[in-house]
C-alpha cells in the first residue's frame, strides 16, 4: 500500500489562502457587524492585533491582515505538511 504524500508548498498555499481569507473576513466583521457584546468578532481581533502588527477592525487593519495571514498561513501549512511527510515515512 503506498503512503500518502502533501505536496508541502501546495499545502501551504491552501492555508495561507484559508487563513487569509479568515482574518479578512473577521476584520470586516468586527468593523461592520455590532452584536450586544461588542463587535462580531470583535475580541478575536484584539488578540491577533496584538500578534500580527497593524492588523485591525478597519480596511487597513483587514489588508494588512491579509499579508500577515497569507504569510503565516504558508508557514504553517508548509511545517504541517513536513511533519506528516516525516511521520508517515514508516
Do not use: H
Request: glycine letters at 16%.
Amino acid at each position: 500500500m503506498e503512503k500518502t504524500r502533501l505536496d508541502p508548498v501546495k499545502f501551504g498555499i491552501a492555508c495561507a489562502v484559508a487563513w487569509a481569507l479568515m482574518m479578512v473576513s473577521t476584520a470586516f466583521g468586527a468593523m461592520l457587524i455590532q452584536t450586544g457584546s461588542g463587535p462580531w468578532g470583535g475580541e478575536f481581533v484584539r488578540v491577533m492585533g496584538s500578534l500580527y502588527i497593524g492588523f485591525g477592525p478597519s480596511l487597513q487593519g483587514a489588508f494588512i491582515g491579509l499579508l500577515w495571514g497569507l504569510m503565516d498561513g504558508f508557514l504553517a501549512g508548509v511545517i504541517i505538511a513536513g511533519a506528516y511527510n516525516y511521520l508517515n515515512k514508516t
